[in-house]
């Protein structure tokens, strides 16, 4: 799976739009960008994955650049319980590793009042 | 509700006490994985499962066992703990591989172990 690259930490304020930026500029053709989080030390949660088009879902969107070689997470409206271990995974869509994730570090994000 | 169940939730044990940890999942998921965390290193996969009676190494496998006889059941098995196993454990499952594309992991609340 390609390596990503995350800004360690950033601040939002609460009912902001908080922007996070990834990069994988090693990417290939078949590889998904998947965005994770981690809240305090409970187990991570699925937010939003892609391939080339941008997404959107209940929780963000996701707008990944037309080279594909970075992608952002935005939180639309951000919240104090926003406030987790972002984790950007690319990952490979076939081999018999297809169900495994690779974390980086992520990036710490805190959403002041 | 779909959930990855996941027991105990706090475990202390001392060096060489056999210990497992169940987890379990609702969601008839095929592909199922335990992964460690531990400060600095982040998430690494222990085991995974690829459906009933598939399973195989993921990247730190030494010291552990995993058994898949059910598909819902994936319990991790520490024959002789020690204390570099002290960490904290996630159960994850998901669909496995639709149409060519991976779906999304769920992730248990995670099981925090103390080895001494």
């Known amino acids: 799976d390609a390596k990503t690259t995350q800004p360690p930490s950033m601040d939002c304020a609460e009912g902001r739009a908080a922007n996070l930026p990834c990069n994988h500029s090693?990417?290939?053709?078949?590889?998904?960008v998947y965005w994770y989080r981690q809240i305090h030390s409970q187990g991570p949660q699925y937010i939003i994955h892609?391939?080339?088009n941008n997404e959107t879902n209940e929780m963000a969107s996701l707008i990944i650049t037309e080279d594909r070689k970075s992608s952002t997470l935005i939180l639309p409206h951000a919240t104090l319980r926003d406030t987790a271990v972002y984790y950007c995974i690319v990952r490979y869509a076939g081999g018999t590793s297809y169900g495994k994730l690779t974390f980086g570090q992520g990036t710490i994000l805190t959403v002041h009042p | 509700e779909a959930q990855v169940t996941q027991n105990p939730r706090y475990l202390i044990t001392v060096t060489g006490k056999k210990l497992t940890v169940t987890c379990s999942q609702n969601?008839?998921?095929?592909?199922m994985s335990w992964y460690r965390q531990d400060p600095g290193l982040g998430l690494r996969q222990i085991y995974y499962s690829m459906n009933v009676e598939v399973t195989d190494k993921g990247d730190v496998p030494e010291g552990y066992k995993v058994s898949r006889k059910e598909k819902r059941n994936f319990p991790l098995i520490l024959e002789s703990p020690s204390p570099n196993q002290t960490s904290l454990y996630f159960c994850?499952?998901?669909?496995?591989?639709?149409?060519?594309?991976?779906?999304?992991?769920?992730f248990g609340q995670g099981t925090r172990l103390t080895v001494v």
């Open positions: 090693t990417i290939s053709g078949n590889e998904y």
């Open positions: 892609g391939l080339k």
């Open positions: 994850a499952s998901s669909l496995g591989r639709r149409k060519g594309r991976n779906t999304e992991a769920f």
């Open positions: 969601m008839n998921h095929e592909y």
